[in-house]
T-cell receptor, first 122, second 111 residues
Framework: GAVVSQHPSWVICKSGTSVKIECRSL??????MFWYRQFPKQSLMLMAT?????????EQGVEKDKFLINHASLTLSTLTVTSAHPEDSSFYIC??????????????????FGAGSRLTVL | DAKTTQPNSMESNEEEPVHLPCNHS???????IHWYRQLPSQGPEYVIH???SNVNNRMASLAIAEDRKSSTLILHRATLRDAAVYYC????????????FGQGTELSVKP
């Protein structure tokens, strides 16, 4: 089935530095990817929709300059947390839409999620 | 936007069936009902989806009420590996395919 890979799976950085998280669709093309963040014991919160070849669409309240999203190819989207601070520590999860994926799930735009990237900012 | 309501937590015994309810009284005619689950420290994974008819796959069954205002995810024989948070989500096709997660139901399975 469809696989989405995230890298790194965990990262620790100092306050004020920038961190890049990659999200790759391994066996399918993803024109659209989604980025979520999740705090402990909470649900996933959608941050932005990443569209290949165009600017990302951010959800209300998410800082565009803080969370830079680039979707330069049909299989790769990146999230860069700029000037990270301790309050940015979270679990970041990407997902990709299986558009046109063959099989019984393909017609319903099912999302495949990565394993997540845990960011800790000291 | 149509919302879903799920119990915060449920318990089950291993090898017994589990029925996870979801209420979505304001569902619209074009909303699909999707279920995902999230195991600890992992990203969510797709479980099942449906529109009007009951659905079965290798993971679970989905029973949808005739008025579509509620649905039930059925795990036929719970295993310890089924312990996870289960999310019932309405899929809005006019919002570009994104999924908005509610709080979900945390399922614990006792041996």
């Amino acid at each position: 089935g469809a696989v989405v890979s995230q890298h790194p799976s965990w990262v620790i950085c100092k306050s004020g530095t920038s961190v890049k998280i990659e999200c790759r669709s391994l066996d399918f093309q993803a024109t659209t990817m989604f980025w979520y963040r999740q705090f402990p014991k909470q649900s996933l919160m959608l941050m932005a929709t990443s569209n290949e070849g165009s600017k990302a669409t951010y959800e209300q309240g998410v800082e565009k300059d803080k969370f830079l999203i680039n979707h330069a190819s049909l299989t790769l989207s990146t999230l860069t947390v700029t000037s990270a601070h301790p309050e940015d520590s979270s679990f970041y999860i990407c997902s990709a839409r299986e558009y046109g994926f063959r099989g019984p799930r393909g017609g319903a735009n099912v999302l495949t999620f990565g394993a997540g990237s845990r960011l800790t900012v000291l | 936007d149509a919302k879903t309501t799920q119990p915060n937590s449920m318990e089950s015994n291993e090898e017994e069936p589990v029925h996870l309810p979801c209420n979505h009284s304001t569902i619209s005619g074009t909303d699909y009902i999707h279920w995902y689950r999230q195991l600890p420290s992992q990203g969510p994974e797709y479980v099942i989806h449906g529109l009007t008819s009951n659905v079965n796959n290798r993971m679970a069954s989905l029973a949808i009420a005739e008025d579509r205002k509620s649905s039930t995810l059925i795990l036929h024989r719970a295993t310890l590996r089924d312990a996870a948070v289960y999310y019932c989500i309405l899929k809005y096709y006019n919002q570009g395919g994104k999924l908005i997660f509610g709080q979900g139901t945390e399922l614990s399975v006792k041996p």
